[in-house]
T-cell receptor
Framework: QKEVEQDPGPLSVPEGAIVSLNCTYS??????FMWYRQYSRKGPELLMYTYSSGNKEDGRFTAQVDKSSKYISLFIRDSQPSDSATYLC?????????????FGTGTRLLVSP | EPEVTQTPSHQVTQMGQEVILRCVPISNHLYFYWYRQILGQKVEFLVS????????KSEIFDDQFSVERPDGSNFTLKIRSTKLEDSAMYFC?????????????FGDGTRLSIL
């Protein structure tokens, strides 16, 4: 079983739709969760990070963590064509302090006007 | 907003040659990382660096790889004798000191093509 699983997509939605992106993980030691957005030929851009179960909201983005199910989600409200990108989940064990990130494969999102 | 910068954006090298990829982390950051992404695959951890020494490295980071912080601003990744399978995007990341929950910020990468 892979440490982090993420559906590669592509996920195609019309502008204005609510998008749900998800990752599952197998390592119960993971405590710190991040979502990055990656445009073509660019580096991962940090969107959100959280280390507790529950929801965290930032503008149109909501990150949700369910540690009991080992499942994390990113919701995008009122999606825009500019949101078209690959979304990467990443996670790490926190206790070492050095924070080696383990990434999912990324989900490619296409938002059509 | 401060950012991580990487040079060159694209490096083409003959197999067997040495290559150095350069990164300028965000100025008040003290933890540094290299990751790579082979085309179509996920981003993979290579090495973390703190206080002028490697803190952790992956199985990928063998004796052909080395990292250095030659001055107060640059952070480099050297591949001594490149192989075809080293072709990938290489990303540098950095984060602030403090709680381990400070997130990593990434540069736009160097695309390494080995011929």
């Amino acid at each position: 079983q892979k440490e982090v699983e993420q559906d590669p997509g592509p996920l195609s939605v019309p502008e204005g739709a609510i998008v749900s992106l998800n990752c599952t993980y197998s390592n119960s030691a993971f405590q710190y969760f991040m979502w990055y957005r990656q445009y073509s030929r660019k580096g991962p851009e940090l969107l959100m990070y959280t280390y507790s179960s529950g929801n965290k909201e930032d503008g149109r983005f909501t990150a949700q963590v369910d540690k009991s199910s080992k499942y994390i989600s990113l919701f995008i409200r009122d999606s825009q064509p500019s949101d078209s990108a690959t979304y990467l989940c990443a996670m790490t064990v926190m206790n070492t302090g050095f924070q080696k990130l383990v990434f999912g494969t990324g989900t490619r999102l296409l938002v059509s006007p | 907003e401060p950012e991580v910068t990487q040079t060159p954006s694209h490096q083409v090298t003959q197999m067997g040659q040495e290559v150095i990829l350069r990164c300028v982390p965000i100025s008040n950051h003290l933890y540094f990382y290299w990751y790579r992404q082979i085309l179509g695959q996920k981003v993979e951890f290579l090495v973390s660096f703190y206080n002028n020494e490697i803190s952790e490295k992956s199985e990928i980071f063998d004796d052909q790889f080395s990292v250095e912080r030659p001055d107060g601003s640059n952070f480099t990744l050297k591949i001594r004798s490149t192989k075809l399978e080293d072709s990938a995007m290489y990303f540098c990341a950095s984060r602030r000191q403090g709680n381990s929950n400070q997130p990593q910020h990434f540069g736009d990468g160097t695309r390494l093509s080995i011929l």
